[in-house]
């Protein structure tokens, strides 16, 4: 394992030898195991904010997480970025339990009754999916940007009040905000390329 700090931000990295590599794909259970404990922390955070909270939920995704994981470990074609398999795979299994959910007859019930609900939860999952795309985003950019971004558009503050609490200009801060933007949203989609 190899802990990285980028950006103010912890990030994990199972880093196997070529042969442990060997023996994860052939479901090694020790080398399983060695990945399991580095990525079980990161995998369970992931879930329960794509679950909004729901324990239970969780632990059900958690668990069907890796044991597709071992099923298929002797497909993997890489050492590189496990982590980052293992977290496509979990948010796979979380979309296949809200299938499986909404197939459920008690949840049949309520779609009939209202027919804009899974277009609604699908709003609100892919929200809490954007607030925290851009909290991650926001921690790995640079002080200067998060800053006016959070001025701006989480403290709701005009352009002029920035410039006055700041000591700038307004067009200072109109140049900053527009550099600011154009960080978040590059950063942004690479975090969404690594983990969504």
Not at 15 to 28: C, G, M, P, Y
Not at 31 to 41: G, H, I
Not at 113 to 142: F, V
């Amino acid at each position: 394992m190899e802990i990285r700090l980028i950006d103010g931000m912890i990030l994990i990295f199972v880093i196997l030898s070529e042969k442990e590599f060997l023996l994860f794909k052939e479901r090694n259970t020790e080398v399983f195991e060695k990945v399991y404990r580095n990525l079980k922390d990161t995998v369970y955070n992931f879930l329960i904010i794509k679950t909004n909270g729901d324990y239970t939920s969780t632990e059900e995704i958690f668990s069907d997480t890796f044991h597709s994981a071992l099923v298929s470990a002797p497909n993997l074609k890489s050492t590189k970025n496990i982590q980052s398999w293992i977290l496509q795979i979990a948010s796979r299994r979380f979309i296949d339990h809200l299938r499986k959910k909404y197939r459920d007859k008690k949840y049949q019930d309520i779609i009939q009754q209202n027919q804009r609900i899974p277009s609604d939860m699908t709003e609100i999952l892919h929200n809490k999916e954007k607030i925290l795309l851009m909290n991650m985003a926001l921690q790995n950019i640079k002080d200067a940007y998060s800053n006016v971004l959070r001025k701006k558009y989480i403290e709701d503050k005009s352009i002029k009040q920035i410039a006055r609490e700041t000591g700038k200009s307004g067009k200072a801060i109109e140049s900053l905000l527009t550099r600011a933007k154009n960080a978040i949203k590059k950063e942004m989609d690479s975090i969404s390329r690594d983990f969504f």
